[in-house]
């Protein structure tokens, strides 16, 4: 629970309590408001979050260290109502965290498609993917998350080889 999400759950409250000492409907209205307000955003979300699809292109199995990789991702909800972002949690070969996040904004019922770049710095074997899916509303009350139904690719970061000059062979060697 966020403090945007309490501050709201105390002013609901509020409302309550106010309509329930003056008997006005004015306030018991603005409480029923924010009531069905909080349950359409975790209604969007849960659904966003239910019907995202994630495909990624792009992933070889071999590279070479220092090499960066351009993968293609295309992301797609169904929710009848936007949500305010979709975060993608990708774990990927980094020099600073196995993990990192990209954050996309996809309108219901239209593709995302953005490119983004895999840096391999260390050699070794690591799995690439996205491994978790994050799904916020507009109001930024509710955040709900779940793993991710994407199988991650297995990739290894071989050593570069430097390029040498061919060697010239004389006759007389």
């Given at each position: ?22 008997g ?45 990789l351009?993968?293609i991702?295309?992301v797609?909800?169904?929710s ?24 996309v904004?996809?309108?219901p019922?239209?593709?995302?498609v ?11 074997i ?31 970061v ?9 060697m ?6």
């Open positions: 629970m966020n403090a945007r999400l309490t501050a709201y759950i105390i002013m609901a409250l509020a409302l309550l309590a106010c309509g329930l000492s003056t006005a409907r004015a306030y018991y209205l603005a409480a029923l408001a924010l009531i069905i307000l909080l349950a359409l955003s975790v209604t969007a979300t849960a659904w966003a979050l239910l019907t995202v699809k994630v495909d990624m292109k792009g992933i070889r199995s071999r590279v070479e260290r220092g090499e960066a351009m993968t991702f295309t797609r909800h169904a009848l109502l936007p949500v305010s972002a979709i975060r993608l949690r990708l774990s990927v070969p980094s020099a600073f965290s196995a993990y990192q996040e990209v954050s904004s996809a309108m019922f239209s593709k995302k953005f490119r983004y770049r895999i840096n391999c710095p260390h050699r070794g690591y799995e690439a993917g996205v491994t978790h899916i994050e799904a916020q509303d507009l109001f930024g009350l509710v955040t709900l998350s779940r793993r991710a139904d994407m199988r991650l690719v297995r990739m290894e071989s050593p570069k080889v430097p390029r040498d000059l061919p010239e062979l004389k006759s007389v060697d």
